[in-house]
């Protein structure tokens, strides 16, 4: 049980919400600033904001409402929104979904659900706001602008895919959290989760005979694959080092790390 963060912030959703009675923040963390699942007068919410100051993350909420509309056949729908430059507030209210955090772990049943979603996620054409969406995330990290050419592409990525973002329920399961959806090369987001699998007690054989279902990855040139374990190899590496403390961010630079000596390319 917690509170709305301010009296401005209840005036500005009521009129979707009409009075607000439970909050609950979920377990998981959200890079937003404010972050949870509302009782109201009009229903519940899943309700998620930021601040409306320039930056990354007023940038993130803002691509994650363009995107809305785009991918609500295997995510959760923004049903309202309060979006505008003299708000204070950016405020998305998602419809609210049943479910629980996908297994990633060798065995489990969750795996072919995972491989469903990203096999439809891929199948997604991206908006026209994704036309300057490029994904740079993995720029800083290769040797030479011919692996740089393998990262560029105009499928719509999400590039977060992780347990917490794969959502497994009695109605449905749900590819959730597109903060940073960008426009790149379709076999990225199955890439991402080989690393994921491995992280998650995968060899990184199995790992990639997962990956090898999303029709993406099993259609990638194998040079790509090896020029993205590399470098998504360094970034982790670097990533990790920035933050000592963070356990589970060189877990993922170990995982990465057996992926590409897996392939050859560490």
């Known amino acids: 049980m917690t509170e709305l963060p301010d009296g401005h912030f209840r005036q500005l959703i009521h009129p979707y ?41 007023r940038d993130s909420i803002l691509r994650e409402w363009a995107v809305n509309p785009y991918v609500q056949s295997l995510s959760p729908r923004v049903l309202w929104s309060v979006v505008g430059d003299d708000a204070g507030w950016i405020i998305l209210g998602f419809e609210v979904i049943e479910g629980r955090d996908a297994d990633f772990e060798p065995g489990s049943a969750d795996l072919p659900i995972a491989v469903d979603l990203l096999n439809r996620a ?26 740089l050419a393998f990262f560029r592409g105009d499928a719509l990525l999400h590039t977060d895919i992780n347990p917490s973002n794969v959502m497994v329920g009695d109605a449905g399961s ?63 590496r670097a990533i990790a080092a920035q933050h000592p403390q963070e356990k589970w961010l060189q ?16």
């Open 17 to 57: 919400t009409g009075e607000v009675g439970r909050v609950h923040v979920p377990k998981q963390g959200f890079t937003t600033d404010f972050a949870a699942v509302i009782d109201s007068e009009m229903g519940p919410f899943f309700v998620k904001a930021m601040i409306n100051r320039p930056g990354g993350r």
């Open 122 to 147: 891929a199948s997604l054409a991206p908006p026209s706001a994704a036309r300057n969406w490029k994904e740079e995330r993995w720029d800083a990290y290769v040797r030479s602008e011919d692996e």
């Open 174 to 236: 749900w590819l959730i959290d597109w903060s940073w959806p960008t426009r790149g090369a379709p076999f990225i987001d199955p890439a991402c989760f080989v690393v994921q699998l491995v992280s998650a007690g995968h060899s990184p054989r199995s790992a990639e005979g997962w990956a090898a279902r999303c029709t993406a990855f099993a259609h990638a040139d194998t040079k790509a694959i090896d020029a993205f374990a590399a470098a998504d190899l360094r970034m982790h």
């Open 251 to 266: 877990a993922l630079a170990d995982a990465a790390q057996a992926w590409a000596a897996h392939r050859g390319v560490s």
